[in-house]
């Protein structure tokens, strides 16, 4: 093993696929996933890969300050990809302070940690902290968040993220922490909870429910394919620049309205069902307070500096991502059980 990264959040949608590039691309690392198995954490999305002698699971909660200490300790980890995270925006409006706890407490304590393992010896060491776009705030109808485009963010989720990505580089700057930064945009994929958009209308479409669509339905996101966001971190994480951020998209914008209406398209189809089927369960609901109108990322320059470039059309990955909801319906329903039906009736049926 010449390498030891510790990948934090590695059971949840994002997480779950860089973990799986690692382990498979990199035989040679050790690679230890830290993960507290919340809500949206599922030992499933990793079934395939568990059993690899260079992998390891931990179940840990970096909210747990002197845990992370242990963790650390124990295994000795040369670089962090650090993705756990409270991750949606609606539970963020219900209950901030969660995200409080995990996006801004867990990241300092993991920063910590990091310091103290290191001891301020940071050769060949690197911290990846994962964040999103939406510390940027809103655009209008035009523009493009650039890397220097300033942090205004509006959602107790993007305020939590923007400040673990301003302890992250205080970090590098106060104590030269060895970091990198990447803020991607909308991901969809295999393995996402249905509690974000795209997912949530698969499952609404296959139970005959109805797609809620907040406000009049223009809201815009650009929307990444997930395995192309594992992609981007693993070059950054190895070839980013130390103290850089990178903006990562899909060049990929569509309104929401469109979008379910294209996801609805692609569903009929392949379920062989009379085209305008699953269009009528849309229904306009109350809008989300706050709502950010428009994301949009420029990400010139990780395709400038690093070559990368989104692998997948929109097309291409809109369909893998139902094809592998249909195929796997079990997962879905696993999912949507329990806890799941709660917070579903609290956030639309009141
Ligand atoms: P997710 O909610 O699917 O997964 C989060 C994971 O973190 C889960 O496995 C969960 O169990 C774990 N976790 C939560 N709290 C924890 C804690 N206190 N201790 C340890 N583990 C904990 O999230 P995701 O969509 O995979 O997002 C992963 C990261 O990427 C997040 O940091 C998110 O902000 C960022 N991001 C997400 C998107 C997106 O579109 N989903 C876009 C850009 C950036
Ligand atoms: P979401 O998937 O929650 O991601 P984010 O809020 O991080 O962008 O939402 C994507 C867009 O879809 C956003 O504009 C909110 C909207 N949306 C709906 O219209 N209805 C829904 O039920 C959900 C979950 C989101």
């Known amino acids: 093993m010449n390498k030891t990264i510790l990948i934090t959040g590695g059971a949840g949608f994002i997480g779950s696929h860089v973990v799986r590039n690692f382990v498979t691309k ?5 690679i230890v996933n830290l993960d507290a198995l919340t809500y949206a954490g599922n030992l499933e999305n990793l079934r395939d890969i568990e059993e690899k002698p260079h992998y390891t699971f931990v179940k840990a909660d970096i909210t747990d300050a002197l845990d992370m200490f242990r963790v650390f300790e124990q295994y000795k980890p040369d670089g962090v990809i650090h993705l756990a995270a409270e991750s949606h925006v609606d ?18 304590n993991l920063l910590n940690a990091a310091r103290q393992i290191w001891k301020d010896d940071f050769i060949g060491k ?3 902290h994962v964040s999103t776009d939406e510390v940027f705030g809103a655009l209008g109808a035009e523009g493009l968040f650039t890397e220097e485009t300033s942090y205004d963010p509006h959602s107790p989720y993007s305020a939590s993220k923007a400040s673990s990505d301003h302890f992250v580089r205080a970090y590098h700057d106060t104590y030269g922490l060895p970091i990198v930064l990447t803020n991607c945009s909308n991901n969809y994929g295999p393995n996402h909870f249905p509690e974000k958009l795209i997912p949530l209308c698969i499952h609404n479409i296959l139970n005959s429910q109805p797609l809620p669509i907040y406000g009049d339905g223009k809201y815009t ?3 990444l394919f997930v395995i192309d966001h594992a992609t981007a971190i ?9 103290g850089e951020s990178y903006n990562v998209g899909g ?3 569509w309104q929401n309205i469109d979008l379910v209406k294209e996801l609805c398209k692609q569903v009929d189809e392949k379920l062989g069902r009379p085209a305008g089927t699953a269009e009528q369960l849309i229904t306009f609901v109350k809008d989300r307070p706050g709502h950010d109108l428009r994301y949009a990322i420029d990400a010139s320059k990780i395709n400038k500096e690093l070559g990368w470039y989104p692998s997948v059309t929109f097309e291409e990955g809109l369909s893998k991502t139902i094809d592998w909801f249909l195929n796997n319906k079990e997962w879905l329903e696993s999912v949507t059980s329990g806890d799941y039906q709660k917070y579903y009736d609290k956030q639309y049926k009141d």
């Open 26 to 30: 990199y035989p040679d690392y050790h």
């Open 91 to 108: 539970r963020s409006i219900a209950d901030p302070t969660a995200f409080v706890m995990t996006n801004v407490i867990g990241t300092v």
């Open 234 to 242: 693993d070059l950054v994480f190895h070839e980013g620049k130390n």
């Open 251 to 253: 060049f990929n914008e």
């Open 221 to 223: 996101r650009d929307w």
């Open 126 to 128: 690197r911290f990846h």
